[in-house]
Nanobody, 122 residues
Framework: VQLQASGGGLVQAGGSLRLSCAAS????????MGWFRQYAGKEREFVGF???????AYSDSVKGRFTVSRNNANNTVFLQMNSLKPEDTAVYYC?????????????????WGQGTLVTVSS
């Protein structure tokens, strides 16, 4: 199983970025796919997830600015990030959860991508 994240980069505050994560080595359209981020020296934190049916949930810090979506046919999950702030600067990770719960925490996910760096300048 492999998850390949892409789309990170440098953007000015107020700008947008779209992250993608392609899953391979299995069929993931029945599982929850999520995004986390990690600040330097900090624990990885929940950003958002999307269920196989398209239901989404977000952390309070990104709600209303970020959108998680998926393409089940291509085993791909996306993170659209709008109105970016300097405090959104972090390494972003995609993940797949085969469990039936705990989708808001790191422990609920079995497979992880390698991370992509997002830097928001002020």
């Amino acid at each position: 199983v492999q998850l390949q994240a892409s789309g990170g980069g440098l953007v000015q505050a107020g700008g947008s970025l779209r992250l993608s994560c392609a899953a391979s080595g299995g069929t993931f359209n029945r599982y929850v796919m999520g995004w986390f981020r990690q600040y330097a020296g900090k624990e990885r934190e929940f950003v958002g997830f999307v269920t196989r049916g398209g239901t989404t949930a977000y952390s309070d810090s990104v709600k209303g600015r970020f959108t998680v979506s998926r393409n089940n046919a291509n085993n791909t999950v996306f993170l659209q990030m709008n109105s970016l702030k300097p405090e959104d600067t972090a390494v972003y990770y995609c993940a797949v959860s085969t469990a039936g719960s705990n989708w808001w925490v790191r422990a609920g996910y079995d497979y992880w991508g390698q991370g992509t760096l997002v830097t928001v300048s002020s």
